[in-house]
């Protein structure tokens, strides 16, 4: 009798459970290592008063010209005489509207945002513009900069809100701006532009804003005017925008800059100014650097002539025998273009930038990972390949992009590499809307010039002196801020428990963003002066990590 014989199929083997991650979002970055950022701006603010005019597109073309400033989320409100409609979505400016969305904000007046989370998560809760109710209606403000002295401000708004605690008050409201829109909105008796002149004095720290309510456009800088703010006219209206550049794109020609400490309201009855404090002017010297765009004007100069002439400079600090001098693109390229000019050697680009790997959330398998810096630069062997360079870039974090430059340059044949930093170096971070690495992840915090020279493994290493610097904004030293690279703040600074990203945020918050759980205060980098480890793929020695990591000034 045939016996039917079962077999028993070994088990399939069980596929890795995966992690869940987000899906690449595709942004635009420019970054060239995600894990040695840049100093990141913190958001770009634009305003619009216009009748006739579609504002709601101005706006849209105003943050498109700002996207620099802030990538994270973008949004716009607009007025018509009657109410106030907000759209605001994470994601660049070109991916939250679009016809449809721009076509249903209607009105005459507009306020529109695209932010860099520098205090409270990346998460929508926390884009801009943010609304408050007011004793006359609704109140839409945007804000560049952070603010010194968020906490006394929910005390203030607890003791005006009879029966709200102040716990109640940090709850909703988890970044600084929420807080300066309740403040405003917590204002007895008083007219929107009343109670901004009487408010705005209490705040402490950077806010260039633009706000508005039903009818009116505002505007307004911190007494230092630590963030830039400009005043442009259109044939039927008004404009203010953080940058010249983006009033060049909406076709608004430059009136002047909104003055520290100033408050302008625009509305039927014209422009009016009125002063909340008396102006104590320190605008940001790293503007001039690094964050605002080469065709954006401060203080009535060119910020590219600024960077070519600081790239002059740099070859009268550090001269250097070399065939070619090249930039890192794109942004140590005016400082190379003056550098070349200044020492005779020929400009060259010896590095092509894939300008559209955006920021990803895949995970690179080992063989990416060794890519690096590759991902995002590619070295033209032919140019370099037997030559003595010049590497001009803007400046050095954690030295780690600087180390893969120089690398990958001589795999590519370079016969010598002497970089050439466009700044000074960066010892300290910033209070006032800037997102830098903490003090302890800055290498020039512990490290002089020869020991991070050894660190990138380049021949020579040379830094612009922040006189230099200085000289090249034609702006008076004691009329800017220079706190990262010389620790004087303009501004006091908070109480060290009170500093950070996530200072207004309950310690139970979930970060929604992998950029912000990876900005959580980490273990301790290794210090200057234990036993020197030396990296096995270079031979380099790895000296990471300054000798501030238990300064009290680091923060998340
Ligand atoms: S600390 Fe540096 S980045 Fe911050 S405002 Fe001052 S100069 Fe600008």
């Known amino acids: 009798m045939p016996t039917t014989v079962r077999r028993r199929c070994p088990p399939a083997p069980r596929a890795p459970r995966l992690r869940h991650v987000p899906r690449g979002d595709g942004r635009l970055t420019h970054e060239i290592d995600p894990d040695d950022k ?20 101005l706006s849209y073309y105003g943050l498109y010209a700002l996207q620099h400033r802030g990538q994270e989320s973008a949004g716009i409100a607009v007025g018509d005489g009657k109410a106030i409609l907000v759209y605001k979505d994470m994601g660049l400016v070109s991916q939250v509207f679009d016809e449809r969305t721009l076509s249903s904000l209607v009105g005459h007046v507009a306020v529109g945002h695209c932010r860099y989370s520098t205090t409270g998560s990346s998460r929508w809760e926390n884009a801009q513009p943010t609304l408050a109710p007011t004793t006359e209606g609704t109140i839409a403000l945007g804000h560049n900069g952070n603010l010194t002295n968020s906490h006394e401000l929910a005390d203030i708004i607890a003791r005006r809100s009879e029966g709200v605690s ?14 300066i829109t309740a403040l405003l909105g917590s204002h007895p008796d008083a007219s929107l532009e009343d109670a901004a002149v009487d408010d705005l004095a209490l705040l402490r720290g950077a806010f260039s804003l633009v706000f508005a309510d039903e009818s009116t456009l505002f505007a307004a800088r911190d007494p230092q005017g630590i963030r830039p703010l400009v005043l442009g006219r259109l044939e039927r209206g008004w404009v203010v925008a953080s940058e010249t550049a983006a009033l060049d794109i909406v076709g608004a020609s430059l009136v002047r800059e909104i003055e520290p400490g100033e408050l302008v309201a625009v509305d039927r009855g014209g422009l009016r100014t009125r002063r909340f404090a008396p102006a104590e002017p320190r605008g940001c010297l790293f503007e001039f650097v690094y964050l605002a765009r080469p065709d954006t004007r401060i203080s009535d100069r060119s910020v590219h002539a600024a960077r070519v002439d600081v790239g002059r400079r740099l070859a009268v600090e550090h001269p250097a025998e070399a065939d070619m001098v090249i930039p890192v693109p794109e942004s140590g390229t005016p400082a190379a273009v003056g550098y070349a000019e200044a020492s005779g050697i020929p400009f060259g680009s010896g590095l092509v930038k894939n300008s559209y790997v955006g920021r990803t959330f895949i995970q690179p398998s080992q063989t990416i990972r060794q890519l690096g ?60 809307g ?54 004087e703040y303009p501004v006091a600074l908070p109480d060290e428990a009170l500093r950070g990203k996530h200072a207004l ?25 234990q036993q020197e480890p030396v990296d096995a793929a270079d031979g380099l020695p790895v000296l990471v990590g300054g000798a501030g990591g238990g300064d009290a000034l680091s923060r998340p």
């Not at 909703?172 to 701006?177: E, I, S, V």
């Open 38 to 57: 840049r100093p990141q701006d913190a958001c770009g603010v634009f305003g619009v008063w216009a009748p006739g005019e579609d504002v709601a597109k």
């Open 166 to 179: 102040r716990d109640a008050v940090m709850r909703g409201n988890t970044t600084d701006t929420a807080l």
């Open 373 to 432: 810096i590759r991902l995002k630069l590619n070295p033209l062997r032919e140019v370099i390949e037997g030559k003595r360079l010049v590497v001009v870039d803007d400046s050095i974090v954690r030295g780690n992009t600087q180390r893969a430059l120089v690398r990958m340059l001589r795999e590519a044949g370079a016969t010598q590499i002497h970089v050439r930093i466009s700044s000074p170096p960066v010892k300290w971070p910033c209070f006032y």
């Open 434 to 487: 800037i997102d830098f690495a903490t003090r302890a992840e800055l290498i020039a915090n512990g490290l002089d010039t020869e020991e991070i020279r050894r660190h990138i493994g380049a021949d020579s290493l040379g830094y612009i002196s922040l006189e230099a610097l200085t000289e090249s904004t034609h702006v008076p030293a004691g009329l800017l801020c220079r706190a990262c690279f010389n620790g």
């Open 505 to 529: 945020e309950q310690p139970a918050l979930p970060l929604d963003d992998p950029a912000d759980a990876a900005a959580a205060p980490g273990p301790a980098q290794p210090m200057l002066g």
